[in-house]
């Protein structure tokens, strides 16, 4: 309760890893830690999806929703009825995100 | 294939042609044109920085884009990645005092690196044209391209070099750490990690504050409708939800920014209710019922605001974010819904003569 942080959509196949370091150097929280052989999962809870390893990983060994988290578009998204997956008005003139 | 996956999650907004942009159809260099930027930030700088600072034009704040010298680079200087945001070009070309080097500028329609990246347009397929607009495999001799690691978002640094043969390195995310950086290439974990201390959460409340203008005409109304105290406590809940919240963020107990707003906007409530609920004028009831609509509404209107805060915070993750969502916003659209009733209840009873 009151922690809404605790799951996020990251997932990580540890056999798939090469160990090139990739995620350990676009994570912006340290989610990724050295390993002896490959990455590991170090703060799993401290991700904040914004998909950088993801895309960096040249094995496809993490996949993850990424997304702004901005409660704006999303409600905004959802009181429209459109999917707030898809919907974001970051940056524009209108949402309060993307300071 | 990582980007396919990608796009069905990202941002769809502004993800059209960017020729219409008012500063970038004036006066485009063409292709392959150099400009020249020194590291020097001018007066004429700082007061761009603060117009954008309190989102006065707030996509206004652009600069051209394409390839630009820095100093007296040569085809063995380092190359730098950044966005057409002046507050993010300004960022590197400063933090760049005294090194010669060649920066490529991309194209974001006037949003930061981070932001454009989590959007796509500071992305691959931007970088590549550019890396191919400036012909840059002919002005550089080396095949290597430092981008922000806030940029990594939303480039594939495996697809940029397979197009354009250039090695993306991921530099340290704040410009400032470049010198450090540039001596050995590698970034310390410190340079890694994003933070959000409080200077970087006070920069954001002018803005915020800015986007919340139109919700003071409560505060006028309510000052015609209930009094000064009213609209005291109408002017107090904004400055808390858009101010206040974001410099205590992480003093305020819990981690759900939306249940943080709600301690916060209890907090700051209780001397407007305790002032409502004492109130000579009042029959006991009636003071009772403005004490508890001022803590109902004041409460959830901060709980929203500190919701909507997720969106400028550097951490939140959008399954948390909609779960907060899902969580909260019934709950707090309940509170306000009752606290306005109380406060509709009040105003009646006044018209009619019972208080």
């Given at each position: ?17 090469v ?23 170090a ?10 390893c ?46 | ?20 942009s ?39 704040h ?34 760049l ?5 060649w ?28 890396i191919?607009?400036?012909d ?22 495996q ?25 050995t ?94 109130s000579?004028?009042?029959?006991t009831?009636?003071?009772a ?61 006044r018209?009619?003569?019972?208080i």
């Amino acid at each position: 309760m009151y922690d809404s942080y605790t799951e996020t959509s990251l997932r990580y196949d540890p056999d798939r890893c090469v160990n090139c370091r990739r995620c350990t150097q676009v994570c912006p929280h340290a989610v990724f830690a050295e390993g002896p052989d490959r990455v590991e999962l170090a703060r799993p809870a401290a991700c904040m999806e914004c998909g950088a390893c993801a895309l960096n990983c040249p094995v496809q060994a993490i996949t993850v929703q990424s997304g702004v988290g901005c409660a704006w578009a999303m409600i905004a998204a959802a009181l429209r009825g459109k999917d707030m997956d898809t919907e974001c008005s970051c940056g524009g003139d209108d949402g309060s995100c993307c300071g | 294939m990582d980007t396919e996956e990608r796009t069905g999650s990202r941002c769809s907004c502004s993800a059209g042609p960017q020729a219409e942009s008012p500063c970038c159809s004036a006066g485009t260099p063409p292709a392959g044109e150099v400009g020249t930027t020194t590291s020097t930030i001018t007066s004429a700088d700082r007061l761009d920085h603060l117009l954008a600072r309190w989102g006065w034009n707030r996509n206004g704040h652009r600069v051209e884009p394409g390839l630009y010298r820095l100093g007296s680079p040569t085809a063995d200087s380092p190359v730098f990645a950044s966005a057409n945001y002046t507050l993010s070009f300004d960022a590197l070309r400063s933090a760049l005092a005294g090194v010669d080097a060649w920066i490529l500028v991309l194209d974001t329609h006037g949003i930061n690196v981070w932001c454009a990246a989590g959007k796509g347009t500071f992305g691959t397929d931007e970088l590549v044209r550019r890396i191919r607009a400036a012909d840059l495999a002919s002005v550089v001799a080396h095949r290597k391209i430092i981008v922000p690691q806030l940029g990594a978002p939303g480039i594939s640094s495996q697809e940029v070099a397979r197009r354009s043969g250039f090695a993306v390195e991921y530099g340290p995310v704040r410009a400032r750490d470049l010198p450090e950086y540039l001596t050995t290439h590698t970034a310390t974990p410190a340079m890694r990690r994003v933070e959000f201390p409080v200077a970087d959460r006070l920069v954001l409340t002018p803005v915020e504050l800015v986007i919340a203008l139109p919700m003071f005409l409560a505060a006028i109304v309510l000052w015609f409708l209930a009094g000064p105290v009213a609209a005291l406590a109408a002017v107090a809940t904004i400055l808390t939800g858009t101010v206040l919240f974001p410099i205590l963020l992480p003093f305020i107990p819990t981690r759900d920014f939306s249940t943080k707003g709600m301690i916060l906007g209890a907090v700051v409530a209780l001397p407007f209710a305790f002032s409502f609920g004492t109130s000579p004028a009042l029959p006991t009831w009636a003071g009772a019922l403005a004490a508890a609509a001022t803590l109902l509404v004041m409460s959830a209107v901060v709980s929203y605001l500190a919701l909507n805060f997720t969106g400028s915070s550097t951490f939140t993750s959008r399954t948390g974010v909609k779960k907060e969502i899902f969580r909260y916003v019934p709950v707090m659209a309940v509170m306000a819904a009752a606290g306005l009733l109380a406060g509709i209840a009040l105003g009646v009873s006044r018209l009619m003569g019972a208080i």
